[in-house]
């Protein structure tokens, strides 16, 4: 290879063959936002953020919802929530040093106040309660909205088969038939009832991952236990 090294560059000027550079190999690490690891200790990851509306659920606690909020906002992303419930998410919003330019809250049905960029993403969160349609108002391209259910009820099942991506912590009997009746997964309904406090059931594309959020220190102390009732 031919060339001089860039101005101020480490990297200096390295002379090898053709062939040499043809058998080079990129590997680069999976991207987005990861949720935890898989059996195989794997990281798991979601990309939320892309050139089209990006549609989450989550049935679970509200802490498994802030934990997710929490490392969006990591990636870059601004914060919208829409909730029943602004106490709860202003207190974590203080415990992580988090300001109002980056997190704010929105009322319920009112779109973000400026577009979702691939530079500048935006989360929504819809923490309301019941929910019995798609809010299509909110889809924008490079922006992801996230649906939080304290529980799964028949009328959610309307945006549990319209979502790209559904996360599931330990649901009870009633809650495994509807998710596994409505996402065609009844092989695996008995598993949804077994998994750990901090597992989530983590299905794109008609496929289920079993996940270990695994939680650093740091969101243990800021946000607290993830299991569903804490």
């Known amino acids: 290879m031919n060339g001089a090294a860039f101005p101020g560059s480490r990297m200096g000027l390295h002379v090898t063959s053709t062939p040499t550079v043809a058998g080079l190999h990129l590997v680069a690490g999976g991207g987005g936002l990861v949720v935890g690891r898989n059996r195989q200790q794997e990281p798991v990851g979601l990309r939320l953020f892309r050139a089209e509306p990006t549609r989450l659920m989550l049935t679970g606690g509200v802490r498994c919802a802030e934990l997710l909020a929490f490392r969006a906002l990591a990636l870059g992303a601004r914060l919208f929530i829409q909730t029943a419930r602004e106490q709860e998410w202003d207190a974590v919003l203080r415990r992580c040093v988090i300001g109002r330019e980056v997190a704010s809250f929105l009322p319920p049905g009112v779109a973000p106040p400026t577009p979702a960029t691939p530079t500048e993403p935006q989360l929504v969160v819809i923490?309301?309660?019941?929910?019995?349609?798609?809010?299509?108002?909110?889809?924008?391209?490079?922006?992801?909205?996230?649906?939080?259910?304290?529980?799964?009820?028949?009328?959610?099942?309307?945006?549990?088969?319209?979502?790209?991506?559904?996360?599931?912590?330990?649901?009870?009997?009633?809650?495994?038939?509807?998710?596994?009746?409505?996402?065609?997964?009844?092989?695996?309904?008995?598993?949804?009832?077994?998994?750990?406090?901090?597992?989530?059931?983590?299905?794109?594309?008609?496929?289920?991952?079993?996940?270990?959020?695994?939680?650093?220190?740091?969101?243990?102390?800021?946000?607290?236990?993830?299991?569903?009732?804490?």
């Open 127 to 230: 923490d309301t309660g019941p929910v019995t349609g798609p809010d299509t108002s909110l889809a924008a391209p490079w922006r992801a909205t996230l649906v939080v259910r304290d529980e799964l009820a028949g009328w959610d099942v309307e945006v549990l088969v319209r979502s790209d991506i559904v996360v599931l912590q330990r649901l009870t009997e009633p809650e495994a038939v509807t998710a596994a009746t409505a996402l065609g997964l009844v092989s695996v309904q008995s598993w949804f009832t077994q998994l750990h406090p901090e597992m989530v059931g983590l299905i794109t594309r008609g496929k289920v991952q079993w996940v270990t959020l695994s939680m650093t220190p740091t969101e243990r102390q800021l946000i607290g236990p993830v299991a569903r009732g804490q």
